[in-house]
């Protein structure tokens, strides 16, 4: 059982001195110049934006135990997270970031909350880190209500388990098993006084996946848990920990909503695309020489391509693009003097980077959220 909306109100001398200078520089360098410090939040639910387009929220309701986390440039990290509660309950908190509006505070320029019927595509990008010792869900929330609240509880709430450890489970009870964005899924069901839930349980860990919410949103109506004129509030990644939870993190983050009005060369809107992805391959090493084609009618401004590396691959050095993070779900974006895209025109980026295991190509592209074509 689980309370409200994760589920109660969220809103929000010279020796010294000089060490004080040596750290920080240390943590310049380790993170790279020009890099935004870490946020750090310990209120219970304070939160803060990152990237001008998405919220991290603490969120720590069910414990008075102390919980911090770390606001980074692409996600968040839980840096402390005392006590526990019982396993046959609901989690102690669901640190989390967030596309669209937790009661009352809504991301910056979110799309959210947008009708189900006027949503072509949710594309959405998440990598996790996972530590041991802890008992937790990561878990990748959508919120559905017949009305276009920013505020209270929703009605149906959608959770995607990436990765669960510990005897816990999902609200309700299993109710037989989805295949959804081509993967398998454990399919639980209830309500926890509050909403309905519809849970979707990995059956082995993920670290990092595109997709789009609206697969799982289909899925969601199909079953009579939503109507097509219902709207998507907010989408959430975050962790549910019962007990412990310091190391866990979100790596990355994106999620953008398109909708029948969207804009060609809105960051938030749609774009048509091609993208060509020649490598060079040694053993344990490899470049990648990436162009994207502008395929539509309109210019695009201010572009970013996101697609997700492969197990095991992690980029060493870029160029004519700025790329983070350096392995999971990337987001690659133009610098000044290529962050325009002509409509027919394109821009090519190249990056290096190392691999284990055997070497594959991402399996897909988005151009500012939008699904592009591959040559």
Not at 52 to 80: H, K, L, M, P
Not at 194 to 214: C, K, Q
Not at 306 to 332: E, H, M, R
Request: with cysteine; glycine share 12%.
């Amino acid at each position: 059982m689980r309370p409200l909306q994760h589920h109660a109100r969220s809103t929000r001398g010279l020796f010294g001195a000089l060490l004080t200078v040596l750290a920080a520089l240390a943590a310049l360098l380790a993170t790279g110049s020009g890099a935004q410090a870490d946020t750090a939040i310990c209120e219970p639910f304070g939160s803060t934006t990152i990237q001008g387009r998405y919220v991290v929220q603490n969120n720590r309701w069910g414990t008075s135990e102390a919980q911090c986390i770390a606001a980074t440039d692409s996600g968040f990290r839980i840096t402390q997270a005392d006590g526990s509660v019982p396993t046959n309950g609901a989690p102690k908190s669901y640190p989390s970031v967030y596309n669209g509006c937790h009661y009352t505070n809504c991301s910056p320029g979110t799309r959210l909350p947008a009708q189900l019927s006027t949503i072509s595509s949710a594309p959405t990008s998440i990598s996790y880190t996972y530590v041991s010792g802890a008992v937790y869900d990561a878990a990748y929330d959508i919120w559905l209500d017949p009305t276009p609240r920013t505020d209270g509880v929703n009605r149906t709430e959608i959770m995607v388990w990436f990765n669960h450890v510990g005897s816990i489970q999902p609200v309700g009870s299993q109710v037989g098993t989805a295949t959804v964005a081509g993967r398998q899924w454990q399919l639980w069901s209830g309500n926890n006084g509050s909403n309905d839930v519809l849970s979707f349980v990995a059956p082995s860990a993920i670290t990092s996946w595109n997709f789009d919410v609206m697969d799982f949103v289909r899925q969601t109506v199909s079953r009579g848990l939503a109507q097509n004129n219902w709207y998507l509030t907010s989408v959430q990644a975050g962790f549910e920990p019962w007990q412990n939870g310091a190391g866990l993190a979100v790596t990355s983050f994106s999620s953008t909503v398109n909708t029948g009005g969207s804009t060609p060369g809105d960051p938030g809107g749609s774009a048509a695309c091609r993208v060509t992805y020649a490598t060079n391959v040694w053993q344990g090493g490899f470049t990648a020489d990436v162009t994207v084609a502008n395929t539509g009618s309109a210019a695009v401004s201010g572009w970013k391509l996101g697609f997700t590396l492969p197990a095991g691959q992690q980029i060493t050095s870029a160029w004519n693009a700025a790329v983070s993070p350096s392995s999971g779900a990337v987001t690659v974006s133009g610098q000044t003097h290529n962050a325009q895209i002509a409509a027919g025109g394109q821009v090519t980026f190249g990056f290096q980077g190392t691999y284990s295991g055997t070497f594959a190509k991402p399996a897909g592209f988005n151009l500012n959220g939008t699904a592009c074509t591959t040559a």
